[in-house]
């Protein structure tokens, strides 16, 4: 099985509401790298959480990593129709090489 | 903002041909790497490099890869003789830290064509 799952794949809300994407992984690791993809456009770097951290922020983004559940989780709030896109957790274990999780879909409707 | 920048952004090829994909990181960044895309599926790890040499590559970057930095910009990502499967959407990444501070800043992509 993958080391980087999202879910859900794919989420549908209203602007305005909350989104949260959840990302499991097997391996102890380093940090957890959340990263956003507008279709067919690169990658865009939100947030980094290290193994020792539980909960970072960063504006509308709340990140939150267990490490004794091997998961994480990223909340947009007051989501935005700009904020669609897909969102990726990667995972750096004890190497510098990052792998990424399926992926989610996000879509927010105006 | 500095940024990772990429040229050309959509190359078409013919299987057999050799290309070269161009990057240049951000400038006082030292780790380099290549990540593809194959569509619809997940970004997956080819190759990192620091210190002018390669440090790890994965089972997908074989000997028809090779990555070279020329000069003290441009880092590149050659593959000799290419296969339809090769098409996909490579993305060069680079970073100004290592292991646990390594944050990973990519640039826009190459879409690659194998015909």
């Known amino acids: 099985s993958q080391q980087g799952e999202e879910d859900p794949q794919a989420l549908s809300i209203q602007e305005g509401e909350n989104a949260t994407m959840n990302c499991s992984y097997k391996?102890?690791?380093?940090?957890l790298q959340w990263y956003r993809q507008n279709s067919g456009r690169g990658l865009v770097h939100l947030i980094l959480?290290?193994?020792?951290?539980r909960e970072k922020h960063s504006g509308r983004l709340r990140v939150t990593l267990d490490t004794s559940k091997k998961s994480s989780s990223l909340l947009i709030t007051a989501s935005r129709a700009a904020d669609t896109a897909s969102y990726f957790c990667?995972?750096?274990?004890?190497?510098?090489?990052?792998?990424f999780g399926t992926g989610t879909r996000l879509q927010v409707f105006p | 903002e500095p940024e990772v920048t990429q040229t050309p952004s959509h190359q078409v090829t013919q299987m057999g041909q050799e290309v070269i994909l161009r990057c240049v990181p951000i400038s006082n960044h030292l780790y380099f790497y290549w990540y593809r895309q194959i569509l619809g599926q997940k970004v997956e790890f080819l190759v990192s490099?620091?210190?002018?040499?390669?440090?790890?590559k994965s089972e997908i970057f074989d000997d028809q890869f090779s990555v070279e930095r020329p000069d003290g910009s441009n880092f590149t990502l050659k593959i000799r003789s290419t296969k339809l499967e090769d098409s996909a959407m490579y993305f060069c990444a680079s970073s100004g830290l290592a292991g646990v501070y390594n944050e990973q800043f990519f640039g826009p992509g190459t879409r690659l064509t194998v015909l």
């Open positions: 990667a995972t750096l274990l004890n190497t510098d090489k990052l792998i």
């Open positions: 490099f620091y210190n002018n040499e390669i440090s790890e």
């Open positions: 391996t102890s690791i380093n940090n």
């Open positions: 959480i290290r193994s020792n951290e």
